[in-house]
């Protein structure tokens, strides 16, 4: 009997989540088929009572859910739950558990694609979500030197900086966006990560960066944002010198985590990158 995975969000729009997936379930011949369902947030509860009726494998999880819905799930694993958000569950046998598995998925895109180690840098992170949770919890967790995060929302920017600071040894704050500080912190860091959904299609002429934000050559420059390929803010990088990296990488690593959480088997990573970039320019 074919096993149903899928992905929630809303507004989903395009993913290239099912493409990346049905791709390498092909590639190992397994009996599994990847389905996107826009689930409103007020649906969400009532979306899970259905996965867990239909008997799906499983299903990843995006905005606005994956801090919502931890506390609907039966069973959140330990990272997960440091985190506070969750992007993969497992149905076993009725039974929801949540992971993440966007932390250790940005980890190994950095380190693969961008050359960078986190453990000593000064960091600034742009945005507070579900996201920013699991890449500076995971930036905490193996030594970065300072995470500075920043957020429309103040209350919640102000929270997240706060709770970083009881996880390590790393100097966690929050800065206003626009503000000075913000400004000069962004000026010096060895790294600026975008975690906001600022500059993804259809809105592909915004960027997060604050006005009149100078960036320093020496910057790496990360944007979880993957469609377009290219964001606004990977352009002014790539203008300012900066080594630019889009999230699609991001997408891959947490996708194959996700893959074998799911099957069980080992997930094909050159067949997930060839039909997600595929998927990409389709889009």
């Known amino acids: 009997m074919r096993k149903i995975v899928g992905i929630i969000g809303y507004p989903l729009g395009h993913s290239v989540s099912p493409a990346m997936h049905n791709a390498a379930y092909r590639e190992l011949g397994l009996d599994y088929e990847y389905i996107p369902f826009e689930v409103q947030p007020d649906d969400l509860t009532e979306a899970l009572g259905g996965f867990r009726a239909l008997h799906m494998a499983g299903f990843n999880v995006t905005i606005p859910h994956k801090e919502r819905i931890v506390p609907l799930l039966d069973e959140v694993t330990k990272l997960a739950r440091i985190i506070g958000a969750v992007n993969t569950v497992e149905n076993q046998d009725g039974r929801l558990v949540g992971y993440n598995t966007d932390g250790p998925g940005f980890l190994n895109a950095l380190t693969e694609e961008a050359g960078f180690e986190p453990k000593g840098k000064e960091i600034v992170v742009l945005g507070a979500g579900g996201a920013s949770r699991a ?149």
Not at 190 to 216: A, R
Not at 276 to 282: F, G, N, P, Q
């Open 135 to 283: 890449v500076t919890v995971m930036l905490a967790e193996v030594g970065a030197k300072a995470v500075t995060v920043t957020d429309i929302d103040e209350a919640k920017g102000e929270e997240l900086a706060e709770y970083l600071g009881t996880l390590a040894d790393t100097k966690a704050s929050f800065a206003k966006i626009a503000s000075v500080g913000l400004k000069e912190r962004i000026a010096t860091a060895d790294l600026l990560v975008n975690t906001t959904p600022i500059g993804m299609h259809p809105n592909t002429k915004d960027s997060p960066l604050p006005e009149k934000v100078k960036l320093n050559r020496k910057t790496v420059v990360y944007d979880l944002v993957y469609n377009p390929a290219e964001t606004k803010l990977l352009k002014t990088a790539q203008e300012a010198g900066c080594r630019a990296v889009s999230g699609l990488g991001m997408l891959v690593q947490q996708g194959a985590v996700a893959f074998t959480l799911l099957t069980g088997e080992e997930a094909p990573l050159e067949t997930m990158w060839s039909a997600a970039r595929k998927a990409l320019r389709a889009g």
